[in-house]
């Protein structure tokens, strides 16, 4: 089942399970929740601006052996734009040289006759040069067709300097001039891009004898990164730039390593702690605008992910006191979760709730899905024990005894070293990362049911680079330094050999048109999940 | 030739006479002109503001029977808009139920799961039916596109307040939801249009008596001459706004008995004299923004007007002070426009040059361009009689009288009681008119030669109704009152009866799909020139 499905069911609202929230009646208390949005918003950034100019104007040249088919050919350097005089039909691409979030101005100067009508400009932003390539008219994908970028303006006075009113996320604008009038062209000029982040410097390069497509990809990762840092850790600045648990819990690993910026991490905690569902449980996502309200989505990994988020926040940033205020938020996804193991001792997910893990079609999460849980119990029982919370730290060390005997006997094959997912006893990627993440696999166990599945040919590879990064961390926890490092070297290193200036949603070196959505175009293609070979090559331990 | 092969082709500056402009060395000091300018932006009028709730909901109905083959039909009243879940393809055309030109604004409300994407939104404003039924990317016309009135715009946060930053022309406004997002809708609601305008109220109206069909005749020349009173009479609010001297000088005579604004026709007065070409001849129109500007093109017959329109000026506003700062002006194209009379004595407008009349092919202007100049000279004359300008006044009666024979000697056929004009001896309504207003013609022998015409099937008959409006004239002028009101009826009633809110740029009962551009898309549907029945009731003696 895939996101988009999602979109078009009845939310897990529906599913939500009856039982108080909390033992504390002010924990779930309206005062409560509006005083942690309040503090969300204390916490909002101020961004930083950088002026960005164009480096050229490019084209772009179909060739197969490209990611999405396309890449671009430089046509003139950009200064050249300004002496060209354009017409009904004439336009240029303009190449950035690098990917920008944020704003996009610029001038427009007529010249002949007199301006004796409206001129009429389209513009085009794109992540990537297939974007630039092709028609959006042409658009087939399931999410609404208003993500891509493209705008028609109309100025009735020339000669206009235009600020673009709305964020982009882009390295190439397609400038089309669609209607001047017979009498005169106009000029283009002035274009300037106002990039936006509340990243600061990265505080932590790499050692200088780090190998050269390893620095490549933590640059990468850098700029994804950056530009997802907005006033919360968007997920993708292009689409659909709301902040998600999973998303911002890698981010967070991210940044902890490179900008340290804690404030936003902390902003986010109390964003998804202030929007629970009535019964507590946290949404996947938040929406920050007209004002922050949770997303309409609820996910099973995520809200238990949750924990681990507090977690690694109150151990980078030092702060137990936000460990202790935020606690009963991360008991409370305990508290839900627990339910939902079934009598026979196995994590099962509601019947119509989405359990995320990967982009894949066809994966069977359950094998997965208990191994997040007990993971996740893991990350609460060292917050129980932080914070004082000796009853639950108890508590949650019996579940996870408990829920490891039992996956052992589910899921654990020890004729073939792997274990399995569901009644068809599918092996997958997924299933050894969290198996080995979850500690229920020994770390020696783990390292052979991780190189079990990648040898496997039949085994259920990942979808996307969310599930990437779990399975290199499952491989960096078993000792599998070497194969995690050749891991991101093909993986990430393949989008940034395929051309990546920031680390995409989706990649599937096998299927390069690969989209969860129906139609590339609407990928996100600088995606915060795809950012953490900048954690992995410094507290990762890959380097 | 009409105006669409001018704007291709090179402007008549270039054929700009050589000789100084004014006796006096102080009458084209730039100093001069800059006072003039300074003197327009003085008089530039505060719009009043009139705030218009739409009407209903309607939908083109294909109806051969209708002007441009479309009818309105109702759907809802336009309050059930609000009611109305729109998503991707969904919308609504509004009526307002009136002309507007002005500004537009509207709400847009999410419902459902959550607002998790961009939202596009397509408003198409139209001052006709046609303009609702048909998409303009099938616009073929010769002028620019742009200004055919579509805008897309994206939302990033809903619910939002859209106020549409440019000022349109509209009775209509479709509305297209482009795209939503598969979990949730919008609700349009909130629509208002801000109605733009520098009349007042009418000072005038019709006596109590006056037949039905000329009080509805009367009350869309007021709508249409309201909405071009703008911050200069605009020849047309959709397209091309722009203020030109054969424009302005019929809606200046329909403004003086009706909104009496003379410090408005005050202010266009200035702006073309403060805008002349090098050598003093007027532009047939100039621009206001970015700043006041001379338009890039020049008609001889509109430069010969401008002594009409600022006698006309003087006697209504009783503004003896204007009529004698600007005499130097109206001068000026006198002095201009005699050296194109040739060594016959005809005037000869030079090769290349702009001579208007009416939007006519095939017209032949010859004998109605000299009959512009002689009718010129007379207001030219009456003017120099007025501030004292004797010897100009004498010598504009020597060249009346000389030009006056010189066309009955050309162009008067005896026989037939008709003036022609050209090699091919053309019978034409346009010919007619201005003989009879030159006064070349005496009023009986100008009653016959217009009578004639109308008879003559194959005599060239108007095109549209700035041309009109000087046939009726020249028949009051020669007491055929009944005929007059008779054409006014039929002429103008035919546009009432089709339904015209606003009396339209072209108009040919025979041809309604005409279009001197290509594409009746582009006609202006609200148009200065067509608005003097209110005029031609009231002063004119019409009634």
């Known amino acids: 089942m895939n996101r988009r499905q999602f979109l078009h069911t009845a939310s897990l609202a529906a599913l939500a399970p009856t039982?108080?929230?909390?033992?504390?009646?002010?924990?779930?208390?309206?005062?409560?929740l509006a005083r942690w949005l309040r503090v969300a918003e204390k916490l909002k950034p101020k961004l930083n601006e950088t002026?960005?100019?164009?480096?050229?104007?490019?084209?772009?040249?179909?060739d197969g052996a490209q990611f999405l088919r396309w890449r671009m050919e430089t046509v003139a350097p950009a200064a050249k734009l300004g002496e060209w005089l354009l017409r009904d039909g004439d336009g240029a691409i303009i190449?950035?040289?690098?990917?920008?979030?944020?704003?996009?101005?610029?001038t427009v100067t007529p010249e002949g006759q007199g301006v004796d009508s409206p001129t009429r400009i389209k513009l085009t932003f794109g992540e990537v040069p297939a974007e630039m390539a092709g028609s959006f008219a042409d658009y087939k994908g399931g999410l609404s067709r208003a993500w891509l970028q493209e705008e028609v303006i109309t100025l009735d006075v020339l000669p206009a300097t235009i600020q673009m009113p709305r964020r982009y996320a882009f390295r190439y604008v397609k400038m089309e001039v669609l209607a001047t009038s017979p009498v005169f062209s106009v000029r283009l000029g002035g274009l300037r891009a106002t990039a936006l982040t509340s990243a600061g410097p990265n505080k932590s390069p790499l050692p200088g004898g780090a190998p050269e497509l390893l620095r490549r990809i933590d640059e990468v990762s850098l700029r994804t990164l950056r530009n997802c840092m907005q006033t919360v850790f968007e997920d993708g600045p292009k689409r659909d730039r709301r902040l998600w648990i999973g998303d911002v819990r890698l981010q967070a690993l991210a940044n902890y390593d490179t900008f340290q910026n804690y404030d936003l991490v902390k902003r986010c905690l109390y964003l998804f702690a202030g929007l629970p569902r009535e019964d507590g449980f946290v949404p996947a996502c938040v929406f920050e605008q007209p004002k922050p309200a949770r997303g309409h989505v609820y996910i099973i990994d995520y809200a238990a992910l949750y924990a681990a988020l507090l977690l690694d926040y109150a151990r980078a940033a030092h702060d137990w006191k936000t460990a202790r205020e935020l606690w009963p938020v991360a008991r409370r996804q305990m508290e839900i979760?627990?339910?939902y193991v079934d009598k026979n001792g196995v994590f099962s997910a509601p019947a119509g709730s989405w359990v995320f893990i990967d982009w894949k079609d066809g994966l069977d999460r359950t094998a997965a899905m208990?191994?997040?849980?007990?993971?996740?119990?893991r990350q609460a029982q060292a917050l129980a024990q932080a914070v004082g919370a000796d009853r639950e730290a108890a508590e949650y060390g019996k579940r996870i005894a408990e829920l490891t005997a039992v996956a052992r006997a589910q899921f654990l094959d020890s004729t073939r070293g792997v274990f399995t997912s569901g009644p068809q006893k599918q092996v997958s990627w997924a299933t050894q990362a969290w198996m080995a993440l979850a500690e229920i696999a020994s770390p020696t166990e783990g390292a052979a049911a991780l190189r079990a599945a990648q040898n496997l040919p039949d085994a259920v590879r990942p979808g996307g680079p969310y599930l990437y990064h779990y399975f290199v961390a499952a491989m960096l926890k078993c000792g599998l330094k070497t194969e995690a490092r050749e891991l991101v070297q093909s993986y990430w290193g393949g989008m940034v050999n395929a051309g990546a200036d920031t680390f995409w949603e989706v990649y599937d070196p096998k299927n390069p048109m690969l989209s969860p959505y129906g139609d590339p175009m609407v990928n996100s293609y600088c995606h915060a999940w795809s950012c953490t070979p900048a954690y992995l090559l410094r507290s990762g331990g890959l380097l």
Do not use: C, M
Not at 19 to 32: D, V
Not at 51 to 62: C, E, F, H, I
């Open 19 to 32: 039982i108080a929230w909390g033992a504390n009646p002010a924990e779930n208390h309206p005062e409560q």
């Open 337 to 339: 979760l627990s339910q």
């Open 51 to 62: 002026t960005v100019t164009p480096l050229k104007v490019v084209k772009p040249v179909a």
């Open 370 to 377: 208990h191994g997040v849980f007990v993971y996740s119990l």
């Open 95 to 106: 190449d950035f040289g690098g990917y920008v979030t944020g704003h996009f101005r610029f």
